[in-house]
């Protein structure tokens, strides 16, 4: 008795279940908003991803640079001294800036004050999340740098490698697999940081999800779903970070 | 003075530090010829590394000069790279490089300075490799090399640069005493074809056989300067004398 009572349960729940999936997604094609902000939520952790990369590599040489040759370059004065003394000082203000102010102030302030006459938040929104991911990914980055051994700093000059060149072929590649952890949850702290592009008017995820329960007036439904849809993102995330990070250890067998 | 065959010369080298308050090197004349091998001994703290690195400014030194093939690497004008390219260098800890194999540790530096081809620079890789028996392990990575063979590597990663000098920054004070002998022999051999060598070491054996001359430093300065035989057998300054005393009887 107790088994059929719970096989009923079960059907009855599943059948609500479906009827409520068609309603709230199928129902009026609202699915689609879904998969749009689902694609822009992509596009700006994507674009945003990269652009940190970029910023956070170069930062993290100068600042690095600045750190491990000061007393050296001081002693030999010249031009360079001047310029990387400019350029730390350029980093410093940067990362202060970016790092003392919320998120979403700085993305209402690129749509807003910078980008008056874009209509389109994406490419806003990527630039706005990739100059605030930029200022942890360096610091991340210089961490990393400052992490290896001076030897291989070292061991690369003494062959006649610059200091660039130093940096490109010898100590990033290495400065990569360190902090790749660590980077991996920078990538998913942004990856949820681009919930409050709605700010920029782009139907993200987050929004859409918002966009269906108040049109539907059924908030659970969508809501779960999009929580269920991040989830999923971030653990598709991290395990590919695992697999890079297992493909980069094989020079530690 | 025959300047043709001198190689590097050193005028008044000092290195403070603390604002003088430290002086790790205090004023160093020396000139090594063409085809030396000049081994540089002395207590701990003495200056021998400072000095040896200053040669190719990994440290960069307060005062004096160093003159290398005519050139002054002190000027700040010098481009230093080019001129490292020529000066191989051996560390204490290796420092290979982690990431890569052996082979690649021996070929990035010939096929990005020298503009080498991958096929040029692999052939001469193998052929260095295979002069110190380690052919075999070309595809390895140094972390399943021991102390020995990466010290190995680490020379012969310097010799594919074709330097004019090397420099050894005590080669054999990070290994286990059984794997000295077989990264000494590799510096015997290259001193016989010879390879103008300067070495830090503690390895009096190796400064009596292979040396050319013996450098006796103290206190950031050269005590005394002379061929082994004579250093070992009549030091003439009391902290020869004294240092020997110390790391002979064993």
Not at chain 1, 63 to 78: A, H, P, T, V
Not at chain 1, 122 to 142: D, H, K, L, Q, T
Request: charged share 20%.
């Amino acid at each position: 008795m107790i088994f059929r009572r719970f096989i009923q349960w079960v059907v009855s729940l599943y059948t609500e279940f479906v009827s409520e999936f068609t309603f709230v997604f199928i129902e009026g094609n609202r699915y689609q908003q879904m998969i749009k902000g689902f694609l822009n939520t992509l596009k700006i952790t994507g674009g945003a991803l990269v652009m940190g990369v970029i910023i956070g590599v170069f930062i993290a040489a100068i600042r690095s640079s600045y750190d491990k040759n000061f007393e050296s370059m001081r002693l030999r004065k010249g031009v360079g001294y001047c310029v990387l003394t400019i350029l730390n000082g350029l980093c410093k203000i940067y990362l202060t800036v970016i790092r003392g102010t919320p998120v979403v102030v700085q993305l209402m302030i690129s749509y807003f004050l910078i980008f008056v006459d874009t209509k389109d938040g994406v490419p806003v929104g990527i630039f706005a999340f990739g100059i605030n991911s930029g200022a942890y990914v360096a610091e991340i980055f210089r961490a990393g740098i400052m992490s290896i051994d001076n030897g291989q700093f070292e061991a690369g000059r003494s062959l006649g490698f610059n200091y660039i060149q130093t940096m490109r072929h010898i100590i990033i590649p290495q400065m990569f697999k360190a902090v790749l952890p660590t980077l991996c949850n920078e990538f998913i702290a942004l990856l949820k940081e681009t919930s409050v592009a709605g700010y920029l008017g782009v139907v993200d995820l987050t929004k859409a999800g918002n966009i269906i329960g108040g049109s539907t007036f059924s908030y659970y439904m969508p809501l779960l779903s999009v929580a269920l849809i991040y989830l999923v993102m971030v653990m598709v995330l991290s395990r590919l970070a695992g697999i890079l990070e297992r493909r980069l250890r094989k020079s530690e067998r | 003075m025959n300047d043709r065959s001198c190689l590097i010369k050193v005028t008044g080298l000092k290195k403070h530090y603390n604002k003088g308050a430290v002086k790790a090197l205090d004023g160093i004349d020396c000139e090594i010829q063409k085809g030396e091998v000049a081994v540089i001994v002395g207590p701990s703290g003495s200056g021998k590394s400072t000095f040896l690195r200053s040669l190719n400014l990994l440290e960069i030194p307060t005062e004096g000069t160093i003159l290398f093939d005519g050139t002054n690497i002190t000027d700040p004008k010098t481009n230093i790279n080019y001129h490292r390219q020529k000066m191989g260098m051996v560390f204490q800890h290796f420092n290979l490089f982690p990431n890569m194999t052996v082979l690649r540790n021996m070929t990035i530096a010939p096929m990005e300075l020298l503009g080498k081809s991958k096929e040029e620079a692999e052939k001469k890789a193998m052929e260095l490799l295979e002069r110190v028996g380690l052919a075999d392990r070309a595809q390895a990575y140094p972390s399943q090399l021991s102390g020995g063979q990466k010290q190995r590597v680490a020379i012969v990663r310097a010799l594919c640069m074709e330097p004019e000098v090397m420099l050894f920054d005590e080669p054999t004070s990070a290994l286990d005493p059984e794997m000295v002998g077989e990264v000494l022999d590799v510096m015997k051999s290259l001193a016989k074809e010879g390879m103008t060598m300067i070495v830090v070491t503690h390895e009096m054996g190796f400064a009596k056989e292979v040396g050319t001359r013996v450098i006796f430093m103290d206190e950031g300065v050269i005590i005394e300067e002379a061929e082994p035989k004579e250093f070992f057998d009549h030091p003439k300054s009391e902290r020869a004398i004294d240092f020997l005393s110390k790391v002979i009887n064993m």
